[in-house]
Structures are given as C-alpha cells and as structure tokens.
C-alpha cells in the first residue's frame, strides 16, 4: 500500500473538526474493523516528514494494518482532534503536555505506550557557553504551559534566572524575580523559537524545531537531563480516548514503534543522537499522567 499523508492546516483542521463525525476505534455496528484497508487507522503526529515515519508505516502496514498518518502544524491540534473522532491515536506530547491538556479542557485522553524523552536545549547564535551571556539580554522560552516551565528549569539550571520558590513544573515567565536574574525571558510560540535566534541572545527550542532548522542537538549550551528518572513526565507517548486503551490494533502500534529497531535508527538520526528511549508500561504511564493532572488541578 503507497504512504499515505494528509497535512491539516490550523484553518482547515478546525473545519475537519466541525464536520467530523465521530470515528470508533473498534468498529461500530457495520462499521469495517479498525486497521482494516476500508477503516485505516489514522495516527496524528507533528513532522510527518520525518523519514523514520515511512520506515513505521511500512512496517505496520508489513503486519497487515493499513494506517493514514495525518500532520498536523501545531501542537494545539492533535489533541482536539483526537478527542472529537478525527484521529484514532496521537503521538507528539509527553506526559506533562498531555495532563495541561485534560486538565484545562476536562478531557480524558490517556497513554497507551512510550516512545522516547528527549532532553530540552538551550541554542544560541551569539554566544558559545552561557557565562558569555551579557547580563540584561534577552532569551526566549516555548508559551505553551509545560515546555515553558520546563525550559525556566532550564534557565535556572543554568544560571540565567532565578524562579519564585525554586521553580516547579508549573512556573511560567512571571515567576522569574528579575532583580536575581542575569536575563529577561519572554514567551513565544514554540514554532518560532527557532526563528527568534538572531534576535536574542539565546532560545529554549523544542527538539522537533532543532534538527528542521539546522541546528545540531550538541551545539545547545545547556539542556536537561533526559535519563533522570525525574524526567518521566517529559516522556513522549501515544495517546488514545480513554475508551480504547485496550484496543488491540492501536496496542500493536506501540509494540512495533518500540521494538522495530529500523524505526528507532531513524528516531535517533532525526533527534541528532539524543533519544532516550523508553518502554514504560501503559499503567505507569497512566499513573504518571494521573498524578501531575492532580498537581495541576490542585494549583
């Protein structure tokens, strides 16, 4: 079966959603099996250019399951989407992302398998090492909820800033105490973190916007550590209505993302060697999201 890619648009996305009925991951009544050639699974994700999702798409359809992977711009989308019935399984967020997302819309999206954790790097076209960093310059940081708490840890971590309270997983840019900062931070849209680099002294950019933009994951002058068992929030998941966490052929999905060792060079080649990969059990993974939802609720 050819590869088969559709790419939604943010305009074009909300439309699908107005209009989409909802899909049933197992079949409805007279509806064809899920994963059959007549019901594709369709999988969400971001930077479905990737070489590495050809290479997973082939193998899955190798075990007899047709899927259409559907790109989307944004990391605001597959979730909606997900949850409205225009996708049958996501793969874009981690943990942390996922648990903002449920716990401001009250949806109940839950992960069903682990991918990787990526570590969070600070670039920087002006500087070669953080000390060079003049006091009072600027650095940029992902708005979005958890990559800019994440990315505030970063800059502490590092020296640049301090947090009210030491910092959390829920600080944003109004928890920096200035007059203890060397720099000023300013929140953007993580998609253009990357294109703010001329502009300041250095940005947090997310690992899906380092390799696109040419940047080689090792130039980051300070980054997170990814193999601390602390970093389980920030493990990369696919995610499914809560209804299908025991659907067998979305299951499978996990199974050979995981273990197709062709998928996994490719996953590595693109994050620039970085990958940490994880096999973390669904149920820990489901525990994991259940208590930073409660942190979050209880804020």
């Known amino acids: 079966m050819s590869r088969t890619i559709r790419a939604i648009a943010p305009l074009a996305a909300l439309s699908l959603l107005a209009l989409a009925g909802c899909a049933s991951s197992a079949g409805g009544a007279g509806e064809p099996e899920l994963g059959t ?30 899927l259409d992977i ?48 990526y570590p969070l790097g600070l670039y920087s076209e002006k500087y070669d090492s953080v000390e060079d960093i003049p006091d009072g310059e600027t650095v940029v940081v992902p708005n979005d909820a958890t990559n800019q708490a994440r990315g505030l840890l970063v800059l502490q971590e590092a020296g640049l800033i301090t947090l009210e309270d030491g910092g959390n997983s829920f600080s944003t840019a109004e928890d920096v105490i200035a007059d203890e900062s060397r720099v000023e931070v300013k929140a953007v849209d993580a998609a253009i973190t990357v294109t703010s680099l001329p502009d300041v002294a250095a940005a947090i950019i997310n690992n ?19 193999a601390d068992p602390s970093a389980l929030p920030y493990v990369n998941i696919f995610a ?21 060792q062709d998928v996994l060079d490719g996953v590595q080649e693109v994050s620039g060697g970085t990958a940490v990969f994880a096999a973390t059990p669904k149920d820990e993974l489901q525990t994991a999201l259940a208590e930073v939802q409660a942190d979050i609720q209880g804020q």
């Open 37 to 66: 050639e007549e019901n594709p699974v369709k999988l969400g994700v971001v930077g479905a250019s990737d070489p590495y999702w050809a290479v997973y798409e082939e193998a899955v359809e190798a075990e007899g399951i047709a």
């Open 70 to 117: 559907v790109d989307f711009t944004e990391y605001t989308q597959p979730n909606p989407a997900l949850s409205e019935g225009e996708l049958d399984i996501n793969q874009f967020q981690h943990i942390q992302y996922l648990a903002d997302y449920n716990a401001s819309s009250g949806d109940d999206l839950q992960p069903i398998g682990a991918t990787a954790i």
């Open 208 to 226: 899906d916007f380092v390799t696109k933009a040419g940047l080689e994951p090792s130039a980051a002058i300070a980054q997170d550590d990814p």
């Open 240 to 260: 499914v209505k809560a209804d299908d966490i025991d659907d067998e052929v979305l299951n499978t999905l996990v199974e050979i993302y995981q273990t197709n």
